[in-house]
């Protein structure tokens, strides 16, 4: 059972990002503030649930939040600033977007950059340890396996409905098989082995 908060006295967002490493595709990140003692049993780390799990929980989540928001840096920022700037900065926009402002934020990971002088305390795994900060995690993961499965219409060839963007050896392939596409980071590293 995860915790439902970190300091009982204080109003919490939890933040976390999806799509750090990807090939293709922005970086998601999302913001949730959840009302006080809340308990879900069935909310944890969005990586340790199925697709159809997430998409229940989001609508649940989207729901019972006292204040949720999703922020986006595509990848030509990404590729202009680094993929750990570009997930501070979608953390960034998803509290921007808040309806309630967060006495607390807490972030999934060990590395974030002050936001509006709010205090910050970064944990890590911390979507397997925090209900909140769980529940940015589903949020960001469904939002972006939402857009990377659009993306795919246009670009099929690499397989997006199924990788989402991630490094499979499908994409990998259709990489250096077709070059990159406009969605694509072109300063990640795209690699196939020999024997594969």
């Not at 997430?54 to 202009?80: M, P």
Request: aromatic content about 8%.
């Amino acid at each position: 059972m995860l915790k439902s908060s970190f300091s009982d006295s204080l109003i919490e967002a939890g933040c976390d990002e999806a799509g750090r490493g990807c090939l293709a595709g922005p970086v998601f990140a999302a913001a949730v503030i959840l009302p006080a003692n809340y308990v879900n049993s069935d909310l944890n780390d969005s990586k340790k649930l199925t697709a159809s799990q997430r998409d229940k929980l989001r609508k649940i989540i989207e729901t019972d939040a006292l204040a949720w928001a999703v922020g986006i840096v595509d990848n030509h920022e990404i590729d202009r600033i680094n993929i750990l700037k570009s997930s501070i900065m979608a953390m960034h926009k998803a509290l921007e977007q808040l309806a309630v402002i967060p006495q607390l934020i807490l972030v999934d990971g060990n590395r974030f950059k002050l936001y509006q002088n709010i205090p910050h305390q970064c944990i890590i795994k911390g979507d397997g340890i925090f209900l909140s900060i769980a529940a940015a995690s589903v949020l960001a993961k469904t939002w972006r396996d939402e857009y990377m499965v659009k993306l795919h219409e246009s670009y099929p060839e690499y397989g997006w409905n199924r990788n989402k963007g991630y490094p499979t050896l499908e994409h990998r392939k259709g990489i250096l098989n077709l070059g990159f596409s406009p969605y694509h980071r072109k300063t990640f590293a795209v690699k196939v082995k020999a024997e594969e």
